[in-house]
């Protein structure tokens, strides 16, 4: 245990795990997508959708969504700050079963592209949190560290060709989450790295043969 576990983290309040971990959740969202986002639907679970109104719940994953860090005043007017962006934002509540009681479903939308990605995280108590899903593939993504999400083609030789690359970037790899809807077809490798990759490093691996996108997400 630090300090941090003990004072909580630095936010606007009023609720570390319904404010702070609800922002820290939609920025990562929000990198994930890593396109305008024209509208968004938030679907909260358990005392998430109990009390989000109350908590700020909405306004945190929409600050995130903008790109606001949990401590940036901002939050407090996030929804309007959305509209003015012409960021439409839905809400709903759901059922959804066996999920951590502080759940949120976050699909965003953009009109031009068509592009459209739905990410679900949960916030765990002390402003910490897990991304649970990408899209449908499982993940464990808690914002610790720097992150890599590849998406790529299941097919043989692909974790070495990006560890490889990686190790002769001078990246030290922290944790490691593989997950796949089928074999033969996409799979997603989540990366957790001690240092910062940086662009060209990026552009490396999207350049490798059977990757499909790469998204960085820089600590929470």
């Known amino acids: 245990m630090n300090v941090f576990d003990i004072i909580g983290p630095v936010m606007v309040g009023p609720s570390s795990s319904h404010t702070a971990g609800a922002a820290r959740i939609g920025r990562i969202a929000g990198k994930l997508f890593g396109a305008k986002i024209d509208t968004v639907l938030l679907q909260f679970f358990g005392s998430f959708a109990d009390t989000y109104k109350g908590h700020g719940t909405d306004r945190a994953i929409v600050g995130g969504l903008l790109g606001f860090a949990p401590d940036d005043a901002r939050i407090k007017n996030s929804l309007e700050l959305a509209k003015e962006a012409g960021l439409r934002v839905e809400i709903e509540k ?21 592009q459209s990605l739905s990410v679900a ?24 560290y720097h992150t890599l ?32 809807s089928r074999r033969g077809g996409e799979a997603l490798m989540i990366i957790e790295t001690d240092e910062k990759p940086g662009q060209a490093t990026i552009q490396n691996l999207v350049e490798l043969d059977g990757i499909l996108n790469v998204r960085y997400i820089e600590p929470v």
Request: net charge positive.
């Open 94 to 114: 759901v059922e959804l079963r066996d999920s951590h009681p502080n759940t949120a479903v976050i699909t965003m939308r953009n009109a031009a592209s068509g």
């Open 121 to 144: 995280g949960s916030s765990i108590g002390g402003g910490n949190i897990v991304i649970t899903r990408i899209g449908d593939l499982a993940v464990e993504i808690k914002g610790e």
């Open 149 to 180: 999400a590849i998406l790529h083609r299941d097919v043989s030789g692909m974790v070495a060709k990006v560890t490889s690359l990686l190790a002769q970037n001078g990246i030290n790899l922290a944790r490691m989450f593989l997950s796949r």
